[in-house]
Structures are given as C-alpha cells and as structure tokens.
C-alpha cells in the first residue's frame, strides 16, 4: 500500500537503512514548526537577519550616499509617474503621462502603496532587496517546517531567489513580479502550515496570497498559480487526512474562496479597464509569434550554470547577449525586429544543480518509504513542467497549453523561469538535508559524479581556451567586430566557473562523507583527527556561502548599478519647459540619443509631460486608428495640446520648410547639449536669433506652436458624424481644430442653434492624472472639449450635477454646456469600485485570518486559554 493510500497519522518516518522502521508516526518525531518555541522563534530571526544581510551585501552599488538603482522599465523617472498619478486616486489609476491618456487596472497594489508612502528614491533603492528578503525568508521558513536543517533552508531560499533570473530581473524593474515573488513565498508557507495543523485560518492566508499575486502582474500570477494548484491540493490532502474527495472539499473552500475574491476582483477590473488586447486582433499564427517571442531557447540551458555562458544581456559592453531569445518571426529573412533581446540571466549555479539531482534522486528512492519523498517529487514534477512551458514555441507542449482561457493572450512563456527557479531551490534544499544523513558510500560516488562533471567542464574550458583567437575571429566576421573577443572570454570564464563551482560541491560532499556513518541512519563516528565534530556541519553552509558569491561577484556586477545622477538632474532645457509648459504638453520630433534617455528617466521624474514614449507592444486600437488616419504629426501634436516641440536643428530646418507647418510653429529656444560630468546631457542656451538664421548648424532646438492649443477649450459650433468621416475630417487639411468639435454618433447633445456663436472663457484650476476640475464663463451652449483620451468611466460634474460624458473629435472627451453662465466643472477618472470591492473583502478576510493566528500564537505563548 502507498503512502498516499494512508492517512498522515499512519505514515512513518524513515530512521532507520533500507527497510528499516521506528514504530513512531512521523508527526510524533519531525522538527517542531517554526516559532512554536524560543529557539525556533530565535531562528526564524536568525534566517530573516542573515538575509537582510545578503540583501546589502548584494545591493553594494547603492552603499555610496546619493545612489539610485539603475533600471530600465520600472525606473525611478517611471515610480516619479505612478507617485502623480496616485495623487488623484490611489485604487483607480489613470496615466496621464502616456500619450494623451491610458486607463490602468483598478487594484489595491501592495507595491504601489507602499510607493505612495516613500520617496521614488527610496522606494527604487529598497523594493527588490526587501521583496527578495521577504521570499526568502518565507520559503525558509516553509523548509523548516518540513524538518529541512537550516543549512538546507537557507541554501534553498537563496537558489530560489538570489541568483538567475528572480535576482537579475532587478535591471529590468518589473515591481509586480517581485511583488508575486513575495506573496508566492507566502502562499506556500501558508500552505505548508496548513498541511501540518489542518487550521482553515492558514488556508485563508494562502488564498489572500495567491489573489494577492494577481493585484501586482497578472499573467505571471496565473503561471504561478497554476504551478500552486498541484501543491495546494497536495497540501489539502495532508490536512484532510486522505483523499477523499468531499474532505478535500471541505478543508479547501475557506481559502478558494479567498483567492477567488481577490483574484477575480482583479481579473473584472482589467476587463472593465477598456485597455485593448492586441492579440485579439491579430492571425493566429502572428499571435503565436507574438506571444512566444521571448521562449526560453533549450539550447541555451549551460546558461543555468555556466554563468554569461552566451552573454550577459543585451547590449552589455562586458559579455553581449548573442542567443536568441527575444528574436523576431522571421528575423533571419528579412533582419528586421530584434535579433535579440535580453536583460536578465538565468545563471543559478552547477552546486545548486548538483543537490537538485541529488535531492531528486534520493526521493525516487525513498518514495515508499519516506513521506516527505512524495512531496519533493512533487515539486520535482512542478520544477520540469515550469522549466518545459518556459521554452514556449520550442516545445510541442506550449501550442495546447496556450489554448486555456486567458493564456493565448499572455506574452513570454520565459515567465515560468520565475517558478521554475523556486521549485528548484526546494529541491536542492532537501537535496542538501538528504546528503547531510546519507551514508558514506553514497556520499562518495555523488562526489565521484561531481568531480567528473568538474573535469568534463575543465576540459571543455582548455579547448575552449585554447582555440580563442580563432573563435574571436570568427565571431568578429559575423558582425560582433570587437565584441567578438569579450564573448569568447566570457565564454571561456563560465566553463571554467561551472568546472571550479562542481569541484566545489564534490569537496563538500566528500566531506560530508568522512563524517558519514557506513549505513544510512546510523550514528555518525567520532571524528578521527580528519573533521571535527562541527567540520561537517560547518560545511554544510558552504553551498550557500557560493550562491552568496554568485550573487555578490558574479551577478551583481552586471545587474546591480547605481544610476548616473546626470539621468535625473534637472538641466536649463527643463527649467525652461516647467516655465513655459503650462498646462500642456510636450513631444519630441525624434527619440534617439538623449532624447531616449530624457523620456526614460529625467521628463517623468521632473513631471514634464510628453506625448512620446519609449514603447507601446499593443496599442490600443483607438490610438492605432487614430496615428493609422491623422499622420501629419502637426496635426496630432495641437490635437493632443502639445505646445513645445523638442528636435534637432537639421530636422526643424525641414520641418519649417514645410508651409503648413510653418504656418504653426515657430523656434522657441535654441540650446547646445553637453556632458554634465555625471552621465547626464547638461544643456546651455544659445542666441536665439542667430538659432533661427541658421537652423542646419544648430544643435538642437525647441519648437512652439504659435497659437497654443488649448488642454481645455469651450467650442460653439459642433457636428455629430460616424467613426470612419470623422477621422477623414480630423486629417483634412482644411479642417481647424478647436473650431468645429465632432462628436461621436452615440450623443444626446442638441444641434447647435442658429444665430451668434457664444463666446466662452477657460479656467484650469486643477490638473491631474486622472482629475479635471476648471471653470467655464460663456455666453451661450458650448461643448467644452477636453485634450484627454476618452473612456467611458469618466464622470463630469457640472456645478455638482452629474453630466454625460461625450466622446468628440474621435476619442477625445467633452462636455456639454446647455446654457450661458459660468459653471465649474469636474471631470475625474472613476471606474466601477465593485472589482475593488472584491479585492478588499478577500485581504481582509486573509489579514483577519492571519491576525487571528497571530492572537492565538501570543495566547499559547503566555499560556493563556
């Protein structure tokens, strides 16, 4: 009979050697669950402190006063934008720094309230150590619990989160996967508890975790919560007692509930959000394509631990990325899109493989015998299924995985390498804990394969090195010219790293072997002179000292930089702008250079709003109608209330050669950029005069429309037309804005009335992401159109009445002014609550779950009933 077949009370702990039992149930004799006394409370502190210390160990860069992580996506220019835009509402988020406009998902955010309550420096400099922390303490917490040494539990929390890509994903940002990272973490530990006490509180918790998940990123959460399903059940079971269909059930429901409040909560606001899903519109097969695009390729897995084995990321001058992960369909044909594109590393190290087989191989063998057999072949199953669906399109598997609801529209099956690497550091963990009790003879031969994986590894790295001007060569003929030679050397480094790191890990099993008794189970031998009493279990901790130095030495250093504080330094061009802007906005006539690094970093963090940015994968399909009808650029800039436009010289010169344009626009400010010493772009004015007769030998320029379009504007004259003649009307060259507004088909508004047409004044006396509040003083019925995308969960308040909405000139928003008179008027963001609602009920139900653990913990600790 299986161990599955009983119930835990009948399950028996494997002490003995091979077929060898204690009549002793295994609940009677496994560890004490954390904090359930003074020493484990003391050493759930210890675990907590030593991570927090390799959390500043690892963040190094950040030690000089004044520093500022450096990332690319979820900047500290990016956290500045969510900051403003949280001023309006913190559970209803309007970006109104996208383009003219871009609705976001209703939430509770951990992340972003927890940014909302600290500066964007500070927050861009704690977040991921603190996140990476918390998992880590988490899963070690969780390990404990299954009896795991603590060597073993910190090693396997550091595999899972301090190196590969939950580490080096810091370069990108990306705040809501770090976020999942920790309630993921947590949701397992929850889990675990809840498996070892059968308390429905601890399935609450769980359940309030994994809805957490879908608050911070949604697609990775549901690729993590896939995984999490086999492991909750399995934990049901353990709680239950047995299999039985009805006790799961009954045991399971308090938590799935749980998590389906908070998740679907969630999964209603994005849906009610109105932000277009590209790929509904999209072939099939374009949508595979775009969907798979970052696959992770499966012959780039002696990435896993050979570290910067085919480059470091993208674009690094010290070790390329040269794969082909990120490529474009049909790169190799026509050479347009990406080749690749990469800025993170999967690197987690050949000693965390080593226990990982090791770990895996022991529960195969014990798995009638031993209960906690069946669980790490559970997480073993979980770890190859994560790692199979991260290769996405080089897998048969991933084409029907993608056919599930809600999957076919996640981008980047490489997402899965998040789980993938916490699976992996459950099993290394345990692999670990089972060498620490092996018997000697096993123990030699584990070292026996590590050491020849070491020299196969060593070998390679001889050959490798001895051919590395011809290979650097080669290289340089393909097109990487001097980067040719830093890849080899890369290269050469990580056979040489995997071949050292795989000497080490058979140095620590061999030591563990001298101290081994002959017979699992046995009691070991004094120490005879070659390892002391405490030298084994010194050495047990050295595997996770290595992955300290990956993280700190071999990672980290290519990851983890402070920011240049020229990026964010505020330069005359900008105390320009912030004079002259106003309420409008600004656009650049080209992205490249320091125009990029001004839209990445300095225009958000400083507020300087502008209609640009640095990428749209899917647009929304009224945006895309919009640029697919209106492309003379002049004519979106004064629709979307651009006043400022930033180019080159050359490229004003031609645009004022143009007579419509110029017609609108003329040189505002003429400046010469320069180094600022601190990797910024400094800017100093020139004469503007001189500027203007010479446009072709001018640096660089600012453009301003003559009549400055309006953010907000009270229209007389107004014509309801359909969709399609209304964007031919907006791209007609006769047609003057801000004269006629055309309003959408599905108005209520009047036709406007003969005679005189009003005249009306606009007052703007409060802007923000996601709030209009000004005054408007006419003389007759107006439509007042407001430069701002339109979406159907904006409200007006006119004077304190609720007022329709209109949608004008195509997808732009309007109000309509009935009567003369001066009316204040408030237009703000305010979707649906009902998905926040939901959201609240589920994390409160988990925080009162959690907090009721928490009461009863202090009340057996006093001793109190």
Known sequence: MGLLKRPPSQWFWVAGGKGKRFDTPMNAISPPAPFSDRHSLLQGFFFLVLFAVVAVLVFHALWPSGAILLTTDDNVGSLASYKWMMESSVVHPWMGDTLWGMPQVSSVRPDLLLLHLMSAKAFANLFHGFCLTWAAWLLALYLRGKGLRPAACVFGALVAFWVGTNLTLTYAGHIGKYGILVFCSLAIWALGRWGRTSRSA??????????????????????????????????????????????????????????????????????????????????????????????????????????????????????????????????????????????????????????????????????????????????????????????????????????????????????????????????????????????????????????????????????????????????????????????????????????????????????????????????????RGRLSAMGWKTAAWLPAVMVVVDACWILAPHYIHAMPKGYVAENELVRYLKRDLGFNRSAMAGQDGFYNLWLTYLFPYLGIPSVNVTQLPRPPADYSAFWQAVRDPVRQWRLSAVSHVLAKGSVAGQMLANPVWAEHMDVAWAYQPEDDGMGGVATRSLPLASAVRSLESTPEVVLKMREVPPRVAAVSDWLTVEDAEALSLLARPDFIPFSTVLLAPENDVPPPAGGAPATAQVRITRLLSGRYEFTVETTGPVVVRVAEKFDASWTAAVNGRRVPVQRVDYMFQGVYLPEAGTFDVLLRYAPSSFPVYLQLVGLVAGLGAAGWLLVAFLFRRKGWK
């Open 202 to 527: 601890w399935a609450m918790v769980a359940g309030a975790s994994v809805g957490a998940m879908f608050l911070e990123q949604g697609d990775v959460a549901l690729f993590c919560a896939l995984l999490l399903l086999p492991l909750g059940i399995y934990e049901t079971a353990q709680a239950a007692g047995g299999w039985n269909p009805a006790g799961l059930f009954k045991r399971a429901w308090p938590g799935a509930l749980v998590a389906a409040l908070v998740a679907s909560g969630a999964v209603l606001a994005t849906l009610k959000s109105g932000v277009a899903d590209a790929t509904e519109i999209q072939h099939p097969e374009e949508r595979w394509d775009f969907i798979t695009q970052w696959s992770q390729p499966p012959e780039e897995s002696l990435d896993f631990i050979a570290p910067g084995w085919t480059g470091w990321r993208t674009g690094e001058e010290s070790g390329p990325y040269w794969g082909r992960l990120g490529r474009s369909a049909g790169w190799e044909q026509t050479r347009r899109g990406f080749m690749n594109f990469k800025l993170e590393n999967v690197y987690v190290g050949a000693i965390p493989l080593l226990f990982a087989a090791l770990g895996w191989v022991q529960a195969l063998h014990r798995r009638r015998e031993d209960a906690a057999s069946t669980w790490l072949l559970l997480w073993g199953g979980l770890c190859l299924l994560a790692l199979l669906l991260s290769f996405g399109k080089y897998t048969p598997l991933y084409r029907p995985f993608s056919w599930l609801p809600g999957i076919g529209s996640i981008r980047n099956p490489n997402k899965f390498i998040h789980f993938f690497q916490m699976a992996w550091g459950v099993l290394a963990a345990y692999g670990l804990n089972s060498a620490c009790r092996m018997e000697k003879a096993g123990l030699r031969r584990w070292a026996a394969c590590a050491w020849i994986a070491a020299g196969v590894c060593f070998l390679s790295w001889l050959a490798l090195w001895s051919g590395s001007t011809t290979a650097a060569q080669q290289l340089a003929q393909m097109g990487w010219g001097p980067s040719g030679q830093v890849i080899q050397s890369t290269k050469v480094f990580a056979l040489f790293w995997a071949g050292l790191s795989f000497f080490i890990g058979g140095g620590v099993l061999w030591s563990f072997a001298c101290a081994a008794p002959p017979v699992s189970g046995a009691a070991r031998p004094p120490a």
